[in-house]
């Protein structure tokens, strides 16, 4: 059996292949990838495993933006730190989860599934991830974040925020009217507590709002220059990699 483990936590990817040569010797972990865009190139040019383990929050976005880009085609066993997906859903659509930090016994279980819906694997059928993508994507996400400033603790609206970034190696809101406010959250925690659908993380530093975007250009080396309605402290660029992700999510509202 030959497996991928996709997981952007190099601590947590190799104790999982450790736990996996423990409860199967015979299968062989044939990659570790760390992100959406590295997993959307191997699934695009290798031979599919026979099956994967990823993680829900991956450094450059949540893992359900590689099913709109890629046929599955073998089983999926999700991991994930959050509690707050909707992990029934999974089950639903006959694919198994754990939950971080997992244990030998977590792992054992999730092969015993999977053994169990090996004949439905045989058939060549795939659940259907677009059920999925709209009861974990769709929702609208977190509402407001608390900051300070001036002395004083105020909420401010997700929908009035054009982005997130990072700024002096602290995260920063720019609201529409141009207010900026610090937080405490990393830009990663930001990402899986805000809607997919209306902000999209362009690279490390920046996570935009669907709304904020103003035009997008073709640039050197198939990269595409972003452009808010609002100033922006940095050139906004997308690598050619991540490029077809972005477009597809700016078409598909």
Same mark, same amino acid.
């Given at each position: ?14 104790s999982?292949?450790?736990?996996i ?14 992100? &959406? ?9 290798? +031979?599919? =495993?026979?099956?994967?383990?990823? %993680?829900?929050?991956?450094? %450059?976005?949540?893992?359900?933006? &590689? ?9 999926? $066993?999700?991991? /994930? ?9 999974? +089950?639903?659509? *006959?694919?198994?989860y ?13 092969? +015993? ?11 060549? !059928? $795939?659940? %259907? ?6 009861q ?6 977190? +509402? *407001? ?8 603790? !105020? !909420?401010?609206? /997700?929908? !009035? ?10 995260? *920063? ?18 990402? *899986?507590l805000?809607? =997919?659908?209306?902000f ?7 996570l935009?709002?669907?709304?904020? $975007? ?12 972003? #452009?808010?309605?609002? =100033? /922006? ?6 690598? #050619? ?13």
């Amino acid at each position: 059996m030959n497996i991928i483990i996709i997981e952007d936590e190099l601590k947590a990817a190799r104790s999982l292949e450790n736990i996996i040569s423990e409860v199967r010797p015979q299968a062989k972990v044939v990659a570790q990838l760390q992100s &959406i865009e590295s997993s959307l190139r191997y699934l695009s040019e290798n +031979k599919h =495993p026979d099956l994967i383990f990823m %993680d829900i929050q991956l450094s %450059d976005g949540l893992c359900f933006e &590689i099913f709109k880009s890629v046929k599955i085609l073998c089983p999926i $066993v999700f991991c /994930t730190a959050f509690d707050e997906y909707s992990l029934e859903a999974f +089950k639903a659509n *006959s694919v198994d989860y754990v939950l971080k930090p997992f244990s030998k016994i977590d792992i054992a279980d999730a092969f +015993k599934k999977v053994d169990e819906l090996r004949n439905f694997f045989q058939q060549s !059928t $795939v659940p %259907d991830f677009s059920n999925l993508l709209s009861q974990i994507a769709a929702p609208a996400g977190k +509402k *407001s974040f608390l900051v300070f400033k001036n002395n004083k603790y !105020t !909420t401010v609206s /997700t929908e !009035t925020i054009a982005f997130f970034y990072i700024r002096n190696d602290s995260t *920063s809101i720019m609201c529409f009217d141009q207010q900026e406010y610090a937080l405490n959250q990393s830009l990663d925690q930001i990402t *899986s507590l805000v809607s =997919p659908l209306q902000f999209f993380r362009l690279n490390r530093q920046y996570l935009i709002n669907f709304s904020a $975007v103003k035009e997008v250009e073709h640039y050197f080396m198939r990269k595409l220059f972003v #452009k808010l309605i609002i =100033p /922006t402290p940095d050139k906004l660029l997308i690598n #050619k990699e991540k490029s077809p992700l972005f477009l597809n999510w700016l078409e598909n509202r």
